[in-house]
């Protein structure tokens, strides 16, 4: 079975996700909802909802508030990728112009800031405070971890630590927190509630680290970006980290001169992507995907129905998204 | 007794919300609280917390709950106020240069973010459904606004009831919620919860009505605006639409022509102003925001405490910032 199939099973659920954001963004104002489904219905996999819904089934959860929550979740995903593609002067995602392109700057900060703030109202709607402090403090470290990336940017001596706190915050607490929610609406105690999180926040490196090494190697038209992005806009991730700790003084400086140079073409990104390539800093990076994946299906063995199955294919499919 | 007078008998009070503001700024980024603090601690008058503190004692709250409300409405206002310079392309605020002057657009956008992530992770502390819902709501609300007001730039024929709604939803509602939850923390009766929330509608209606006249009349260094900036941004405001209003078929094409001319200049601004003061505009408006503070007198005539007295005298000064 694949993510697709896996999602097949769970098809009359992520109908409802549909149709309950679509409630949700039914506004007198019908151009929010023009530039939010946009982004929300067009391509995006329902990562953060099949998740949920997985997690919340594998913890026993029958009723109907897990479409309310999966909602929120792909309401605060899409909000982050509008900012992001403010804050990152973005102009293609997943191959179609962005919303930034199409709508202005103005408008992309304004919808964005309108799906943050409705996905609080609709949560407050669902009256569970453990599930409003586990999205709330989500949310909080996602513009923690924006922040901190923007900080680091042009800096080619950041840490591994400090690469991993950032993806952390920016992509895998958001999982976590659909995982754990998934927990929570399953009435689990605190360890299990620990381990639904760690679960989510393992496949949410593991997905970041795949995002970052793919975007030195796929093609333009396959994610809809331009390759070598990243290390255009000084981002400096997992393959540039591991090549420059297996640098040499010498190489280091030239690793350090690549990145640091003003106006980076795509001569630049060749000369980058062949030291990285031969210092093997791809195949190390996917395999740190693969270890936070191991680590993942690990965090779920105590699951003992075939939702286990299911959420283990979910984290397979991670690394699958290089082929 | 004047705003600045009843700030000082509720002074401690005062001091408080600004160490939780402080203790909420605390975070492993100091780069936050730096950008964060900028605004925060300079210049701003603290205009809803003041209302939220008066109004929960004058509903006959004692506890601590205040400061951390107080906190997270000085931060929801503070958020758009970032994010707003960002879509209007603003230099100065409050005679300072603006935080995406001074760090650029990215950090503006997404210490907003923090901002208002923040908050909400702080009213879930808080724990209660009820002041979550009223400000959750009216986050909302204020992102429809904004939006709003972005879809009726540069239309001359805007309505007054157009007109209306974005002030409310841009700046009324969150005032309403500074003052709605000083009746929840009182723990009143719903008929006073909606009393206390049409006091502050009417007093944030009032003080957008002002700031939109103000902003025709008042030179460069007071507000630390440039006069005039509405009409360059495009924003058609009360001023304008009362003069259009009183004016006939061939004044109103004067009116649209110079509203829709393309690299609008001082010397336009100066013909819209002596256009706008011919019709009275401007006394009109002012007459509009002493309507709305009369109303809001009107809707706190139930106190019976000095509290009254002191809400009433906020309700004044908004009016008193056009000297």
Redesign the interface.
């Known amino acids: 079975m694949n993510f697709k199939e896996v999602q097949q099973i769970i098809d009359s659920d992520l109908k409802r996700v549909s149709e309950t954001i679509r409630s949700f963004l039914d506004?007198?104002?019908s151009?929010?909802g023009q530039v939010a489904s946009y982004l929300i219905e067009s391509g995006g996999k329902r990562f953060r909802p099949t998740v949920h819904i997985l997690s919340a089934r594998a913890c026993g959860y029958e009723g109907d508030r897990m479409y309310t929550i999966a909602s929120t979740l792909e309401f605060i995903h899409t909000a982050?990728l509008l900012?992001d593609d403010?804050?990152d002067y973005a102009e293609l995602r997943r191959g179609q112009p962005t919303a930034n392109v199409l709508w202005g700057?103005?408008?992309t900060?304004?919808?964005?800031?309108?799906l943050?703030?409705?996905s609080?109202?609709a949560l407050?709607?669902d009256?569970d405070?453990d599930i409003?402090?586990c999205i709330?403090?989500a949310?909080?470290r996602?513009?923690?971890g924006?922040?901190?990336q923007?900080?680091q940017t042009n800096n080619p001596e950041i840490t591994f630590e400090d690469y991993l706190e950032i993806i952390k915050c920016k992509t895998a607490v958001l999982i976590a927190a659909a995982s754990e929610t998934g927990a929570i609406l399953g009435k689990k105690n605190r360890e299990i509630r620990e381990r639904m999180h760690n679960f989510g926040m393992n496949i949410g490196i593991a997905f970041q680290i795949t995002d970052d090494t793919l975007d030195y190697i796929i093609e333009d038209k396959t994610l809809g970006k331009t390759r070598g992005q990243d290390f255009i806009d000084g981002k400096v991730t997992l393959p540039f980290i591991l090549a420059y700790e297996k640098s040499d003084k010498c190489e280091r400086e030239i690793l350090k001169n690549l990145f640091l140079k003003d106006e980076k073409d795509q001569n630049d990104f060749e000369k980058i992507y062949s030291i990285l390539e031969s210092k093997n800093a791809f195949n190390l990076s996917f395999e740190y995907a693969n270890r936070y994946v191991e680590k993942a299906k690990e965090d779920i063995s105590f699951l003992d129905s075939h939702y286990r199955e299911y959420l283990s294919i979910i984290a397979d499919y991670i690394l699958e998204r290089k082929y």
Do not use: C, P, Q, W
């Open positions: 506004s007198k104002i151009f929010i982050t900012h403010v804050v700057n103005e408008a900060v304004l919808v964005g800031d309108f943050l703030a409705r609080f109202y407050v709607g009256e405070l409003l402090r709330s403090n949310t909080t996602m513009a923690e924006e922040i901190l923007l900080l």
